[in-house]
């Protein structure tokens, strides 16, 4: 699969959820995180999830960017049963089409802010000389082209979430999933966060985020409410 | 045999006998000189002998601790001097031999030979001598069991370790899941670096136990004053550590490896 064909995809989505759900085997019983969910998104898309703590928007999240499979229900991922592949299609697939965004930004703490965001790049083989080039382009798109050589515990919050976002885009995903991305930074270094998810967004990478925060989630074209496991209203601007 | 050395200078030409070091030192003699030696405690019937070497006796296990105050003297000499006296010369009688071969490995044919042409006369190799309950033997078994005991309490520990230092890395392997690192590729990653860790850790262990065999060799052989050597690694010991050690080291990592990539990423990038 290739960048390009995710965006000219089955039917012009990236991802098509139908009926899916998650449920977790626990000691005290089976608990459903994510009950009977469908929706699609499409190369382009600016999507924000809201809901209460628990309502399963991260675990949809998760099944999304295919960490998770769901266990009943289809979700096809360009076209592609997810449930189908193999662990190692999967790691594939999060590796080249999906970018992740995380709360506590999953910085790997022994590498410089150039490694971090070479690595993907690494191990999707890409040349030397692209991933030079590319890492260079990543870390001055997000601001950070004179800190490369910093460590994630010389960097503020801020700019290790802009690390962290310019390693999801390393492999040109067509989809970046964000997990609270503001979530641990003060409101001025989350509002530049969002300005730069907005410009990922603006450049043609369809955007998924899961956040508390009403002004993050306002600035997105589709608005999900999940409660309980279930997607309670979806409003499009 | 008792001897009562008394050191006498410029005695005519007497016999020459050789003294064992230990004698020497403690008893502070010299080549050249002249010393009384007696076959009873009273020192009755002494005779004059020249001591014309000092060497140093075989070192003999069973005897270890023991002062070694030996003597040797030519065959008549002893005879002389041990024969009780009123018995004629030429009655002495021996009731063991020790026969050295040129090839250690023809013992038992030559034992056999004898034993066939000489009837009434046993001869064994002396490494089978002693049978199943030689103490060498019980010795070997005795250390066989420490080696056995100590490799199945190094493996646990080993285990351990690994899986402690396999998990110190938990959140490197769940962001590594995460970003899309196939779990067989890490696999591979800890693999070769259990690999290295495991045939340095042997190397180490080797160079270890070659610096403290002449230790701990010198420090026994000065607290027993003796040559006996107590530590060899031979390169038969090296090599059955090695292949012990290496796969042990390379299992364990693997092992705590795939216990930790069977979960998911998720699970421990957030620990």
């Not at chain 1, 030397?128 to 260079?136: A, D, F, I, S």
Request: net charge neutral.
């Amino acid at each position: 699969m290739t960048n390009d064909s995710v965006r000219s995809s089955v039917n012009g989505c990236i991802v098509e959820a139908t009926h899916v759900s998650r449920i977790f085997s626990m000691p005290a019983g089976p608990v459903t995180a994510v009950a009977d969910v469908s929706l699609r998104i499409a190369p382009g898309d600016h999507m924000a999830i809201r809901g209460p703590s628990g309502c399963g928007k991260s675990t949809l999240l998760h099944m999304l960017g295919c960490v998770e499979t769901p266990t009943a229900g289809t979700l096809l991922f360009q076209g592609s049963d997810v449930a189908t592949l193999s662990d190692r299609q999967r790691s594939l697939l999060r590796l080249r089409q999906i970018g992740f965004v995380f709360q506590r930004f999953f910085l790997l703490p022994m590498l410089t802010a150039w490694e971090n965001v070479e690595l993907p790049q690494a191990e999707a083989h890409v040349s030397k000389p692209e991933r030079r080039r590319r890492t260079q382009e990543l870390l001055e798109y997000v601001g950070l082209g004179a800190r490369a050589d910093h460590r994630p515990s010389e960097l503020s919050g801020g700019e290790m979430q802009r690390v962290a976002i310019a390693r999801a885009l390393a492999n040109r995903p067509g989809l970046l999933l964000a997990d609270e991305p503001t979530g641990e930074l003060d409101g001025a270094t989350g509002e530049q966060i969002a300005t730069l998810l907005d410009r990922v967004n603006a450049d043609g990478t369809a955007l998924v985020i899961v956040t508390h925060d009403q002004g993050l989630a306002g600035r997105a074209t589709r608005v999900l409410t999940m409660r309980d496991g279930r997607i309670e209203s979806e409003v499009q601007s | 045999m008792l001897f009562a050395p008394v050191t006498l200078r410029a005695v005519d030409d007497p016999p020459s006998i050789l003294i064992a070091r230990q004698l020497a030192e403690s008893d502070r003699l010299t080549v050249g000189d002249v010393v009384r030696l007696s076959r009873s405690a009273d020192g009755g019937d002494a005779r004059a002998f020249r001591i014309a070497g000092i060497y140093e006796p075989t070192p003999d296990p069973l005897r270890l601790g023991a002062v070694r105050r030996e003597v040797r003297l030519h065959l008549p000499d002893l005879l002389a001097l041990t024969r009780e006296p009123g018995v004629p010369a030429g009655t002495e009688y021996v009731g063991n031999i020790n026969v050295a071969l040129v090839d250690p490995a023809d013992a038992q044919t030559f034992s056999r030979d004898v034993t066939m042409r000489m009837p009434g006369v046993t001869a064994l190799p002396a490494t089978g001598a002693t049978g199943s309950t030689g103490p060498f033997v019980v010795l070997e078994r005795f250390h066989m069991a420490i080696a056995m005991v100590t490799i199945i309490a190094s493996t646990v520990f080993l285990l351990a370790l690994t899986i402690m230092l396999v998990d110190e890395r938990r959140v490197t392997v769940g962001v590594l899941r995460l970003i899309g690192l196939p779990s067989r590729r890490i696999l591979v990653q800890l693999f070769i670096e259990g690999a290295l860790i495991a045939i340095a850790g042997a190397g180490f262990g080797l160079l270890l136990s070659l610096a403290s065999e002449g230790l701990i060799n010198r420090f026994f052989q000065w607290r027993y004053d003796t040559a006996l050597v107590f530590v060899r690694v031979t390169p038969g010991v090296a090599a059955v550590c090695v292949a012990i050690a290496v796969p042990l080291g390379v299992g364990a990592t693997v092992a705590a490896s795939w216990a930790l990539l069977r979960r998911s990423g998720l699970r421990l990038a957030r620990r």
